[in-house]
């Protein structure tokens, strides 16, 4: 029942933007310039006034009546397909204006692009009118029949900026926060491993995730732990994605590569010795090998760790807490209406009399709300621009309430009915978007925007503008919310009751590929959730939708491929697309002319692909306002006629090929966004000055190419200072430098506004910088980077810069020395008061080779008291002194700086400092330990040592850490035994490289390392000649490489420990290994395995098969074992968890597992390389892979071909690649027996991906 909101009120948005059109003076003089009836254009105002007026009083009676139902919802169809036909002809203008000098043979060539009712004859644009006003006709006299009425509009007060985005309006939960941050902060983990989970239980929109955020953001937690990620898991349980959401969210960068074993590896290198919080919000999967496997990776972190899981499930709560379940109860009435008030009154207090008379009201609404925060916080929203006692009535007396909940709250339904017309539209497009999906607020302004949902008419503002309002708006009602602020920036999420709320109320026009089932032919917006390979399957529905404004993937992963088919037969046929994204499909290298048809596009996104040019037919896209082409690297060149997009203000060409600007892109006035401008060379592209015909431009600007500036008042033209809206800056140079004195007059007149937030400058030629960098006006610059300006001589004054968060400095080749101009001295004198870098936070010096003395701050307050990191890299001639009070310094680097570690300075902040990474030289006899060693406590955690050829023992500051949790020796030849007394106990990994003389530890001592889950040997420790896998209690990762002598890898009888906690196990070129332990299948726990390079190996078992039964992953490659069971033995048909095996230069192995059927049907992936002898694969051992999706061959050069009908029907993927006698045979279209493989969606055959 609560599905008759659908449609209503939100149509007269789109009434109104037809009747903007028809009484705009240019569509009126087009329509009497070609002579259309302008008669029926004025009916068809006339009508549209008389429907408008009367949406209001359909909206609500629709919901008791279902022949106003019925009305309104194909009112809805009738009023798109209008205000398509109404935006075909307002292109036609368009054209006109544009090309009105091109002939009349021009003229029908574009119109061929058009759908049919605008072939040739005007007369047909007239028909198509009066047939579109007809139908609106019978809806404007059904409205008498159905008693509808006009009803004055409701007067829209927008709420308050200051409002309810702020979650200190926390009520009725300071007793649920004060449990959970006790938990976080608590020294006990209640587990056997570092990490607690705090799971949070309770029923949707009763505020566990608002309770998590709150959590996450007191200022004590913030400070408490090192490093914190959010990710939302969802339904959809995906420990993919949730893995690289955490990565890059701690490590701040994108990661493309999509392997699970890599990028676990890699998050849990980037935990070692970290105390690190997670928050994992709204986990549905309670099985307990998935939770396993998604932890797993976390254990690397510091003691203290901690993991909030908010979930609905019991189950799940029971699975993943260590600290007994937080269940969050509803609120009371009383906290409901704390809640509501707080949100309704914001800074207002509701006891003044205006506001007295609407508490009695306001708490009878409460109670409606059923102790629901999402409820209480949406409504406050609504009543929130109200004071009239009979406004609140309205809404208490709303006949929303007796609706049946159809699975989403009244009080939700309300705050949407309340809702001006201009954000219903906005919102109930957002059902576009999957559950838990992270939203960005400009790429939501834009396609808001692109579907033309934002009136900027009235009050004159740019569009983007008012799309921010409207997005503000949605948030101050909690209609959106935000997640967290990262360094992509603010990331915002719909609650899955919101989520279910637009979904509901766009209805039949908003579709989601994985909503399945039926779809309405007329479907206008339309999302999928983009897969690695999308196959013409997923798209088999889009053949029905002939009105298609929005073909939108939903991005999940990096690298995808897309069916050609949906580019050259699908896409044209949706005439009236607005938006299009192709965003990250990787097989995309052209796009066909067709692309011209698609004449209403407003949003294009190509960002991603290889395309390498863009069809010239695209400039006839007169509408089109966003076009993205971010990371195109093959894309060398813009249309050259790309001027001719007079609607076009949003370009992004970041990471682009592109190296010259079309002269005509200076006629785009408007652009607001241009991420790249190329200063061209004389009398080629553009000079810098051009820029100032870019008044409006805002966020990021790269000015390449400022070395082919001629004149510096070009320079001064520009005029930058202007463009207050840009927030970053980047001026570079080229490699070469031939007048050094003109480029630093060019520096000084691109002076950048004073509230730039980052800038970047890179190659400048010029021996000193301008007064204005580093000038204490720029107090918003919190990022700054100089890079390569090799002839500078001295730094600016950039301690006065307090804003200041990371300093860069790189490449400066000539500067000699540091001194007081860099702290911000200037004249001989400095303020007492002044404290240089009050706030920077990270500083690096790279690649300084001249770089001899770092003078140090003598006045003043001391600098630097937020510096948390310090990072020398490659100042081979620095000496001396570095700053010695760095009271909040926690990471210190030291690499390729030899001179620095030959004199040991005194550092008062050596007991505060966690993290250490020193490289020396092996060539340098001074290299050494560079601090003097002391007794004091030391709180190190994670130490690094590299080349260093004069450290005959481990130094004491190491040795006496309490704290230790990673060791990393490297290249250390001098160093030949481990300590009498052990390494620290605390010690959670331990990687030894290329140290071949090192003894390595007596295992008498092993057992003591109760904390070490790691193991790294690679081409050191000679002397070990046999390993007890059982040696180290906790050992989980064992990676062996390159040692030589090994021979025996065991299981020890003598100990007592069993390897119960082995996961992973990774043997490599070793040379002499002999035995691996017979009781093999015994470890338990070990799910993954690698034999690499072993060309002496014996098998012999004592019992039972070889292979531990819970193996995941198995790699083999050139293994050549001397000695070896049957297969059949080797147990690889139990293995019912196997899902990855990947066998390379091992016929004898593939020829057996495949003849003889032993591979286990769990198999999903198997590759297949460097075979030399194998012609056939015999049998049918692939065919029973009933779960097999992908099939990878690589460099078998002799295979032939697969056994006719061999192949399981599972398949999804087959990779062929340097195979040439199968590349022959299955050759797409071209090969003999390309049939027998065509029914697998994905072929990869030698890089041409065929889908």
């Known amino acids: 029942m609560a599905a008759t909101l659908v449609g209503g009120a939100f149509l007269s948005a789109s009434v109104q933007t037809m009747l903007d059109k028809l009484t705009s003076t240019e569509f009126r003089d087009f329509i009497n310039n070609k002579k259309l009836n302008v008669s029926l254009l004025k009916q068809l105002q006339t009508t549209l006034l008389v429907l408008q007026a009367v949406l209001d009083d359909a909206e609500e009676k629709q919901i008791n009546n279902r022949a106003v139902k019925k009305w309104v919802d194909d009112l809805k169809d009738a009023i798109f397909d209008a205000e398509d036909l109404l935006n075909q002809i307002s292109y036609e203008s368009l054209r006109c204006k544009v090309e009105n000098t091109q002939a009349a043979n021009k003229t029908n060539q574009?119109?061929?692009f058009l759908s049919s009712p605008f072939k040739n004859i005007y007369g047909e644009i007239n028909s198509q009118i009066k047939t579109m006003c007809d139908n609106l006709q019978i809806f404007a006299q059904n409205k008498d029949i159905l008693g509808l009425q006009t009803k004055s509009a409701r007067i829209f007060h927008r709420t308050p900026s200051s409002s309810v985005v702020n979650e200190s309006f926390m009520v009725g939960r300071k007793d649920d926060k004060e449990t959970i941050t006790n938990m976080l902060l608590s020294k006990s983990s209640t587990s056997n491993n570092n990490i607690g989970v705090v799971a949070i239980l309770g029923m949707g929109g009763v505020g566990k995730t608002t309770l998590a955020q709150i959590a996450y953001n007191d200022e004590k937690v913030q400070e408490h732990f090192d490093l914190k990620a959010w990710a939302c898991v969802s339904e959809d349980f995906d420990i993919l994605r949730v893995t690289k959401t955490l990565l890059e969210s701690v490590t701040s960068r994108a990661w493309e590569n999509n392997n699970l074993d890599f990028l676990r590896v890699e998050l849990k290198k980037t935990l070692r010795d970290k105390r690190f919080l997670f928050v994992l919000d709204d986990l549905w999967n309670d099985n307990y090998n998935d939770w396993d496997e998604l932890v797993t990776p976390l254990i690397n972190g510091n003691n203290g760790s901690r993991v909030i899981v908010t979930t609905r499930q019991q189950k799940v709560a029971e699975v993943a807490h260590t600290f007994p379940i937080h269940k969050l109860e509803v609120l009371s009435n009383e906290d409901t209406w704390s809640l509501l008030s707080k949100h309704a009154f914001g800074s207002e207090n509701f006891c003044d009399n205006k506001c007295s008379n609407l508490e009695a009201i306001g708490r009878k609404i409460a109670r409606k709300c059923a102790g629901l925060p999402i409820a209480a916080k949406t409504l406050g929203g609504v009543l929130r621009s109200k004071r009239d006692a009979k406004e609140w009535t309205e809404v208490l007396d709303n006949k929303i309430w007796n609706l049946p909940n159809d699975n989403v709250l009244p009080a939700l339904l309300l705050s949407y009915q309340y809702l001006p017309s201009q954000l219903k539209r906005c919102f109930s497009y957002c059902s576009i978007f999957p559950k838990d999906y992270t939203l960005y607020r400009k790429q939501l302004v834009l396609l808001w925007m692109a579907e033309g949902f934002l009136d900027h008419s009235k009050d004159e503002k740019p569009m983007e503008e008012v799309g921010d309002d409207c997005f503000a708006e949605l948030l101050s009602r909690s209609l959106i919310q935000q997640l967290h602020v990262d360094t992509r920036g603010e990331r915002f999420v719909m609650h899955d009751f919101v989520n279910d709320l637009a979904t509901l109320v766009s209805g039949k026009s908003c579709y989601r590929v994985e909503f399945g089932g039926d779809a309405s032919k007329n479907v206008r917006h339309c999302s999928y959730n983009q897969e690695k390979y999308d196959t013409v399957k997923k798209f088999k529905i889009f053949y029905k939708f002939k009105c298609l404004r929005t073909f939108l993937p939903c991005v999940r992963w990096d690298l995808n491929y897309l069916t050609k088919r949906v580019v050259d037969d699908l896409l044209p046929t949706f005439r009236m697309l607005r938006v299009l994204s192709l965003s990250r499909y990787t097989n995309i290298a052209v796009l066909p002319d067709s692309i011209g048809s698609l004449v209403q596009l407003r949003y294009l996104d190509l960002s991603c692909t290889k395309i390498k040019s863009l069809p010239e037919i695209i400039c006839n896209l007169y509408y089109l306002q966003t076009l993205i082409l971010s990371f195109c690297s093959n894309l060398s060149e813009l249309p050259e006629h790309v001027g001719k997009l007079i609607n076009l203000r949003h370009l992004d060409i970041d990471f682009t090929g592109i190296t010259e600007m079309p002269k005509q892109i200076v006629e785009l006035e408007n652009l607001q966004t241009l991420t790249i401008f190329l200063v061209g060379k004389q009398n080629v592209g553009l000079s810098v000055r051009e820029l100032a015909r870019f008044p409006k431009l805002q966020g990021k600007l790269f000015i390449k190419n400022l070395q082919n500036v001629i004149d510096v008042v070009e320079?001064?033209?520009?005029?930058?200072?202007?463009?207050?809206?840009?927030?970053?800056?980047?001026?570079?140079?080229?490699?070469?430098?031939?007048?050094?004195?003109?480029?630093?007059?060019?520096?000084?007149m691109l002076i950048p506004p004073v509230n730039l937030n980052r800038l970047n400058i890179y190659f400048y030629g010029g021996t000193?910088?301008?007064?204005?960098?580093?000038?204490?006006?720029?107090?918003?610059?919190?990022s700054l980077c100089i890079e390569n300006c090799r002839y500078c001589v001295t730094l600016p004054p950039l301690g006065q810069l307090s804003s200041l968060k990371d300093l860069t400095i790189r490449g400066m080749s000539i500067l000699e020395t540091i001194g007081p101009e860099f702290y911000g001295i200037v004249g001989g004198g400095s303020n007492s008061s002044f404290q240089p870098f009050s706030s920077l936070e990270k500083l690096e010096f790279t690649n300084m080779p001249n770089w001899k003395k770092w003078l140090l701050f003598q006045d003043g307050i001391l600098p630097f008291p937020c510096l948390k990191s310090l990072?020398?890299?490659?100042?081979?001639?620095?000496?001396?002194?570095?700053?010695?009070?760095?009271?909040?310094?926690?990471?210190?680097?030291n690499k390729g700086c030899p001179h620095l570690l030959e004199s040991p300075p005194t550092l008062e902040w050596l007991s505060s400092i966690k993290e250490i990474d020193f490289s020396g030289s092996l060539d340098s006899t001074e290299t050494r330990w560079p601090f003097v060693e002391s007794d004091s406590p030391c709180l190190l955690q994670c130490v690094a040592l590299r080349f260093f050829d004069t450290i005959f023992s481990l130094p004491k500051m190491i040795l006496s850490s309490t704290c230790l949790k990673f060791l990393k020796l490297h290249s250390v030849p001098?160093?030949?035994?481990?300590?009498?007394?052990g390494l620290p106990t605390s010690l959670q990994e331990l990687c030894i490289y290329n140290c071949e003389k090192l003894s390595f530890m007596p295992p008498e001592t092993w057992s003591n390392y109760t904390s070490l889950l790691e193991l790294t040997l690679t081409n050191s420790c000679n002397s070990l000649s046999s390993f007890p896998l059982n040696g180290f209690p906790k050992l989980q990762e064992l990676f062996i490489n390159r040692c030589t002598c090994l021979e025996s890898i065991f299981i020890s009888e003598s100990s007592s420990h069993h390897p119960s906690n082995l996961q992973k196990l990774i043997l490599n070129s070793c040379k002499a290994l002999i035995s691996l332990p017979q009781r093999m299948n015994t470890l338990t726990t070990l799910e993954i395995l690698y034999l690499h390079h072993l060309p002496k190996l014996e098998l012999s078992l004592c019992e039972g098969v070889f292979l531990p039964p819970k193996l995941q992953t198995i790699s083999i490659t050139s293994v050549r074992i001397t000695k070896m069971p049957p297969l059949i033995e080797w147990g690889f048909q139990s293995l019912t968890s196997l899902s990855y095996l990947y066998i390379k230069e091992n016929d004898d192995i593939v020829n057996t597992l495949l003849k003889e059927q032993l591979l286990p049907v769990s198999l999903m992936f198997l590759s297949i390389s460097n075979l030399s002898e194998v012609k056939c694969?015999?049998?049918?051992?692939?065919?029973?892979l009933s779960s097999l999706e992908t099939l990878s061959f690589y460099d078998c050069q002799r295979i032939e071909s697969f056994p006719e009908h061999s192949l399981p029907s599972s398949l999804k993927l087959l990779h062929i690649s340097n195979c040439p006698v199968l590349e022959e045979r299955y050759e797409s279209e071209g090969g003999r027996n390309w049939s027998e493989i065509s029914y697998i969606p994905v072929i990869e055959i030698n890089g041409k991906v065929t889908i």
């Open 974 to 981: 001098s160093l030949t035994v481990f300590p009498r007394d």
């Open 715 to 748: 320079a001064y033209d520009a005029d930058l200072k202007s463009k207050e809206h840009i927030e970053e800056l980047t001026l570079q140079w080229g490699v070469e430098t031939d007048d050094s004195l003109k480029e630093k007059d060019v520096l000084d």
């Open 110 to 112: 574009v119109w061929n």
């Open 768 to 782: 000193s910088f301008p007064s204005w960098l580093g000038d204490s006006s720029f107090s918003n610059m919190v």
């Open 871 to 893: 990072k020398l890299y490659d100042c081979t001639e620095l000496r001396g002194n570095l700053p010695s009070h760095l009271s909040s310094i926690e990471e210190f680097v």
């Open 1177 to 1184: 694969l015999g049998g049918n051992g692939l065919r029973h």
